[in-house]
C-alpha cells in the first residue's frame, strides 16, 4: 500500500511542477494546489498510519495510532485552501486589469516599471 501511494504522491508532484512551469497563470494555481495536495499525502504516507487503533493513550492501552499527522495535514488542508482562494483573487484582478492570464504578456517593460 505504502508503495502505491509512493508513486501517487510521484506523479502528484511531475504534474504539479510541470503546471507550475507554465506560462498561464490558472495553470500555475492549479500546480501550486497539486503540490500542496501531494504534500499532504506524502505526510500521511510516511507517517505509517495504522489501522484500527484508537488515537488517544490510555493507562494500560499498548497499540494506539498517532494523531499528529492528521491534525497537521488536516491545518495544511486549511491553509493550502486559503492560499489558494488568496491565489485565485489576484489572479481574477490581474486578468481585469491587464485582459491576459499570460505570464509572458503580464511582464512590464521599460516604459511600464
Same mark, same amino acid.
Given at each position: 500500500m505504502e508503495i502505491l501511494m509512493s508513486i501517487v504522491v510521484g506523479i502528484l508532484f511531475m =504534474?504539479? *511542477?510541470y503546471l507550475i512551469l507554465s506560462k498561464s497563470l490558472l495553470?500555475?494555481?492549479i500546480g501550486t494546489a +497539486? +503540490? =500542496?495536495h501531494g504534500a499532504? @499525502? +506524502?505526510l500521511l504516507t510516511m507517517s !505509517? +498510519?495504522?489501522t484500527g487503533d484508537a488515537p488517544v493513550l490510555m493507562d494500560g492501552v499498548t497499540s494506539y495510532t498517532d494523531p499528529l499527522p492528521q491534525a497537521l495535514v488536516l491545518t495544511a488542508i *486549511?491553509? &493550502?485552501f486559503g492560499v489558494t482562494a488568496f491565489f485565485l483573487v489576484l489572479a481574477y484582478r490581474a486578468y481585469q486589469? @491587464? !485582459?491576459t492570464d499570460n505570464m509572458e504578456e503580464m511582464k512590464g517593460n521599460? &516604459?511600464?516599471d
Open positions: =504534474s504539479a *511542477v495553470r500555475v494555481i +497539486l +503540490l =500542496s499532504h @499525502l +506524502l !505509517g +498510519l495504522k *486549511v491553509i &493550502s486589469e @491587464l !485582459g521599460d &516604459s511600464n
